[in-house]
Protein backbone atom coordinates (compact mmCIF):
# COMPACT_ATOMS: atom_id res chain seq x y z
CA UNK A 1 0.00 0.00 0.00
CA UNK A 2 2.87 2.49 0.39
CA UNK A 3 4.03 2.18 -3.20
CA UNK A 4 2.06 4.58 -5.47
CA UNK A 5 2.06 2.20 -8.27
CA UNK A 6 -0.37 -0.53 -6.02
CA UNK A 7 -2.17 1.95 -4.86
CA UNK A 8 -2.88 3.17 -8.68
CA UNK A 9 -3.60 -0.48 -9.75
CA UNK A 10 -6.23 -0.97 -6.43
CA UNK A 11 -7.82 2.37 -7.31
CA UNK A 12 -8.00 1.16 -11.40
CA UNK A 13 -9.59 -2.22 -9.78
CA UNK A 14 -11.83 -0.50 -7.65
CA UNK A 15 -13.29 2.01 -10.36
CA UNK A 16 -13.86 -1.50 -13.27
CA UNK A 17 -13.70 -4.96 -11.55
CA UNK A 18 -12.04 -8.11 -13.17
CA UNK A 19 -9.65 -6.12 -15.26
CA UNK A 20 -6.91 -8.29 -17.15
CA UNK A 21 -3.28 -7.73 -17.45
CA UNK A 22 -3.76 -6.05 -20.63
CA UNK A 23 -6.03 -3.71 -19.56
CA UNK A 24 -4.04 -2.65 -16.22
CA UNK A 25 -0.87 -2.25 -18.06
CA UNK A 26 -2.70 0.00 -20.57
CA UNK A 27 -3.06 2.75 -17.80
CA UNK A 28 0.43 2.40 -15.29
CA UNK A 29 2.51 3.30 -17.79
CA UNK A 30 5.68 0.87 -17.05
CA UNK A 31 6.17 -2.66 -18.95
CA UNK A 32 3.94 -5.50 -18.29
CA UNK A 33 6.65 -7.58 -15.87
CA UNK A 34 6.52 -4.42 -13.79
CA UNK A 35 2.67 -4.59 -13.44
CA UNK A 36 2.93 -8.26 -12.85
CA UNK A 37 5.18 -7.29 -9.99
CA UNK A 38 3.23 -5.24 -8.25
CA UNK A 39 0.27 -7.20 -8.73
CA UNK A 40 1.76 -10.17 -7.15
CA UNK A 41 2.94 -8.59 -4.00
CA UNK A 42 -1.23 -7.21 -3.65
CA UNK A 43 -2.08 -10.68 -4.46
CA UNK A 44 0.24 -11.89 -1.76
CA UNK A 45 -1.10 -9.21 0.52
CA UNK A 46 -4.74 -10.70 -0.38
CA UNK A 47 -5.60 -6.89 -1.62
CA UNK A 48 -6.20 -8.66 -5.47
CA UNK A 49 -7.81 -12.25 -5.76
CA UNK A 50 -7.95 -13.59 -9.49
CA UNK A 51 -9.95 -15.46 -11.47
CA UNK A 52 -9.31 -17.73 -14.89
CA UNK A 53 -11.79 -17.53 -17.12
CA UNK A 54 -10.57 -19.51 -20.70
CA UNK A 55 -7.31 -17.89 -21.46
CA UNK A 56 -7.56 -14.83 -19.49
CA UNK A 57 -6.98 -14.26 -15.94
CA UNK A 58 -9.19 -11.17 -14.05
CA UNK A 59 -8.27 -9.45 -10.85
CA UNK A 60 -10.59 -8.28 -8.42
CA UNK A 61 -10.24 -5.75 -5.63
CA UNK A 62 -10.74 -7.64 -1.99
CA UNK A 63 -11.98 -5.30 0.12
CA UNK A 64 -11.86 -7.44 3.04
CA UNK A 65 -9.12 -7.01 4.30
CA UNK A 66 -9.49 -2.76 4.19
CA UNK A 67 -12.65 -3.74 5.69
CA UNK A 68 -11.39 -5.33 8.32
CA UNK A 69 -8.68 -2.61 9.59
CA UNK A 70 -11.20 -0.02 9.24
CA UNK A 71 -13.71 -1.62 11.19
CA UNK A 72 -11.45 -2.64 14.07
CA UNK A 73 -9.76 1.07 14.48
CA UNK A 74 -12.80 3.14 12.99
CA UNK A 75 -15.53 1.61 13.88
CA UNK A 76 -16.21 2.19 18.01
CA UNK A 77 -16.11 6.37 16.95
CA UNK A 78 -18.19 5.69 13.55
CA UNK A 79 -22.01 5.16 12.56
CA UNK A 80 -22.09 2.38 10.90
CA UNK A 81 -25.71 2.28 9.59
CA UNK A 82 -25.47 5.93 8.76
CA UNK A 83 -22.69 5.21 6.82
CA UNK A 84 -24.07 2.32 5.11
CA UNK A 85 -27.30 4.43 4.05
CA UNK A 86 -25.28 6.96 2.51
CA UNK A 87 -22.69 4.94 0.16
CA UNK A 88 -25.75 2.51 -0.53
CA UNK A 89 -27.30 5.71 -1.63
CA UNK A 90 -23.98 7.15 -3.66
CA UNK A 91 -24.47 3.21 -5.35
CA UNK A 92 -27.49 3.43 -6.61
CA UNK A 93 -27.65 6.70 -7.82
CA UNK A 94 -24.32 6.89 -9.25
CA UNK A 95 -23.93 5.38 -13.05
CA UNK A 96 -22.52 2.26 -12.72
CA UNK A 97 -19.35 1.96 -14.94
CA UNK A 98 -19.13 -1.26 -17.40
CA UNK A 99 -16.60 -4.10 -15.84
CA UNK A 100 -14.83 -6.47 -17.97
CA UNK A 101 -16.64 -8.81 -16.14
CA UNK A 102 -19.29 -7.93 -13.72
CA UNK A 103 -18.58 -10.40 -11.04
CA UNK A 104 -17.70 -9.00 -7.39
CA UNK A 105 -15.63 -11.55 -5.51
CA UNK A 106 -14.23 -11.17 -1.23
CA UNK A 107 -12.04 -13.51 0.21
CA UNK A 108 -11.48 -13.64 3.56
CA UNK A 109 -9.39 -16.10 6.25
CA UNK A 110 -11.37 -17.04 9.28
CA UNK A 111 -9.78 -18.98 12.24
CA UNK A 112 -12.36 -21.07 12.80
CA UNK A 113 -14.01 -24.88 11.04
CA UNK A 114 -15.52 -25.36 8.23
CA UNK A 115 -18.41 -26.74 10.23
CA UNK A 116 -18.59 -23.85 12.79
CA UNK A 117 -18.60 -21.63 9.00
CA UNK A 118 -21.33 -22.77 7.43
CA UNK A 119 -23.58 -22.79 10.56
CA UNK A 120 -22.94 -18.92 11.06
CA UNK A 121 -24.19 -18.89 7.33
CA UNK A 122 -27.34 -20.32 7.70
CA UNK A 123 -28.11 -20.23 11.29
CA UNK A 124 -30.57 -17.31 11.75
CA UNK A 125 -29.46 -16.37 15.49
CA UNK A 126 -26.04 -16.39 13.95
CA UNK A 127 -26.97 -13.72 10.76
CA UNK A 128 -28.92 -12.18 13.24
CA UNK A 129 -25.27 -10.46 14.71
CA UNK A 130 -23.34 -9.82 11.53
CA UNK A 131 -26.11 -9.17 8.58
CA UNK A 132 -27.25 -6.01 9.62
CA UNK A 133 -29.61 -7.89 12.25
CA UNK A 134 -31.48 -9.71 9.45
CA UNK A 135 -32.09 -13.24 10.01
CA UNK A 136 -31.25 -16.20 7.68
CA UNK A 137 -34.48 -18.37 6.81
CA UNK A 138 -33.07 -21.26 4.85
CA UNK A 139 -34.48 -24.45 3.62
CA UNK A 140 -31.38 -26.37 2.95
CA UNK A 141 -32.51 -28.38 -0.09
CA UNK A 142 -31.90 -27.59 -4.25
CA UNK A 143 -34.67 -24.99 -4.90
CA UNK A 144 -35.50 -24.56 -1.30
CA UNK A 145 -36.17 -20.74 -0.22
CA UNK A 146 -33.21 -19.03 0.98
CA UNK A 147 -34.24 -15.64 2.39
CA UNK A 148 -33.62 -13.18 5.21
CA UNK A 149 -36.12 -11.51 7.50
CA UNK A 150 -35.36 -7.93 8.63
CA UNK A 151 -35.93 -6.77 12.76
CA UNK A 152 -39.58 -6.13 11.85
CA UNK A 153 -40.02 -9.49 10.41
CA UNK A 154 -40.21 -8.34 6.81
CA UNK A 155 -38.51 -10.06 3.88
CA UNK A 156 -35.43 -8.01 2.64
CA UNK A 157 -33.65 -10.08 0.79
CA UNK A 158 -35.04 -12.86 -0.93
CA UNK A 159 -33.27 -16.21 -2.65
CA UNK A 160 -33.18 -19.96 -3.68
CA UNK A 161 -30.64 -22.10 -3.43
CA UNK A 162 -29.20 -23.40 -6.68
CA UNK A 163 -26.16 -25.42 -5.50
CA UNK A 164 -25.80 -26.67 -2.20
CA UNK A 165 -22.61 -29.00 -0.65
CA UNK A 166 -23.23 -28.59 3.04
CA UNK A 167 -19.40 -27.32 4.76
CA UNK A 168 -18.21 -26.59 1.32
CA UNK A 169 -20.47 -24.50 -1.11
CA UNK A 170 -23.74 -22.98 -1.01
CA UNK A 171 -25.30 -21.08 -4.46
CA UNK A 172 -28.37 -19.14 -4.17
CA UNK A 173 -30.28 -16.25 -5.70
CA UNK A 174 -30.29 -12.81 -4.87
CA UNK A 175 -32.98 -10.42 -4.79
CA UNK A 176 -32.99 -7.44 -2.45
CA UNK A 177 -35.93 -5.79 -1.34
CA UNK A 178 -34.57 -2.21 -0.91
CA UNK A 179 -33.63 -2.32 -4.73
CA UNK A 180 -36.68 -3.07 -6.57
CA UNK A 181 -35.42 -1.77 -10.04
CA UNK A 182 -32.31 -4.44 -9.44
CA UNK A 183 -32.44 -7.91 -10.87
CA UNK A 184 -32.22 -10.87 -9.51
CA UNK A 185 -28.48 -12.07 -9.11
CA UNK A 186 -26.33 -14.88 -7.90
CA UNK A 187 -24.27 -15.15 -4.77
CA UNK A 188 -21.96 -18.26 -4.13
CA UNK A 189 -20.15 -19.03 -1.25
CA UNK A 190 -17.33 -21.78 -0.92
CA UNK A 191 -15.09 -22.82 2.25
CA UNK A 192 -11.92 -23.92 1.57
CA UNK A 193 -10.13 -25.51 5.13
CA UNK A 194 -6.50 -24.42 5.58
CA UNK A 195 -5.18 -25.93 8.90
CA UNK A 196 -6.70 -23.96 11.93
CA UNK A 197 -8.36 -21.22 9.55
CA UNK A 198 -10.46 -21.45 6.51
CA UNK A 199 -10.46 -19.60 3.00
CA UNK A 200 -14.44 -18.30 2.52
CA UNK A 201 -14.78 -16.44 -1.29
CA UNK A 202 -18.47 -15.12 -1.61
CA UNK A 203 -18.81 -14.48 -5.16
CA UNK A 204 -21.74 -12.23 -6.47
CA UNK A 205 -21.95 -12.81 -9.66
CA UNK A 206 -23.43 -9.96 -12.19
CA UNK A 207 -23.20 -7.67 -8.75
CA UNK A 208 -23.98 -4.34 -10.56
CA UNK A 209 -27.25 -5.79 -12.14
CA UNK A 210 -28.81 -6.13 -8.37
CA UNK A 211 -28.50 -2.43 -7.84
CA UNK A 212 -28.14 -2.96 -4.50
CA UNK A 213 -24.98 -1.14 -3.06
CA UNK A 214 -23.58 -4.63 -2.56
CA UNK A 215 -19.38 -3.89 -3.61
CA UNK A 216 -19.85 -1.79 -0.19
CA UNK A 217 -22.24 -4.25 2.20
CA UNK A 218 -20.45 -7.46 1.88
CA UNK A 219 -17.05 -6.40 2.75
CA UNK A 220 -18.62 -5.12 6.24
CA UNK A 221 -20.94 -8.50 6.23
CA UNK A 222 -17.99 -11.31 5.96
CA UNK A 223 -15.69 -9.00 8.36
CA UNK A 224 -18.67 -9.08 11.10
CA UNK A 225 -19.02 -13.23 9.87
CA UNK A 226 -14.82 -13.13 10.54
CA UNK A 227 -15.30 -11.11 14.20
CA UNK A 228 -17.93 -13.04 15.52
CA UNK A 229 -16.49 -16.43 14.60
CA UNK A 230 -12.96 -15.54 16.57
CA UNK A 231 -14.32 -13.59 19.20
CA UNK A 232 -17.40 -14.78 19.77
CA UNK A 233 -18.92 -11.64 19.55
CA UNK A 234 -20.31 -9.17 17.40
CA UNK A 235 -18.60 -6.04 15.81
CA UNK A 236 -19.86 -2.78 16.30
CA UNK A 237 -20.75 -1.88 12.93
CA UNK A 238 -22.33 -5.01 12.13
CA UNK A 239 -25.37 -3.93 12.24
CA UNK A 240 -26.59 -4.29 15.90
Known amino acids: MSDPTRRALLDALRRQDGQTLTDL????????????????????????????????????????PIQELADRWIAPYAKPLARYAVDLKRQ?????????????IVVTYIRTTPTALWEAIVNPEMTRQYYYG????????VGGRFHYLDPEGKVNLDGEIIEIEPTKKLVTTFKAAWAPEGKETRVMY?????GE?????????????????V??????ILAGLKTL???????ASSGM
Open 25 to 64: EAGMGMTRFGVMKHLGVLEDANLVVTRKVGRFKHHYLNAA
Open 190 to 194: EIEPM
Open 134 to 141: SRVQPDLR
Open 92 to 104: LEEPTPMAATPDF
Open 229 to 235: LETGKPM
Open 197 to 213: MCKLTLTHFDAAAAKAG
Open 215 to 220: EEGWPL
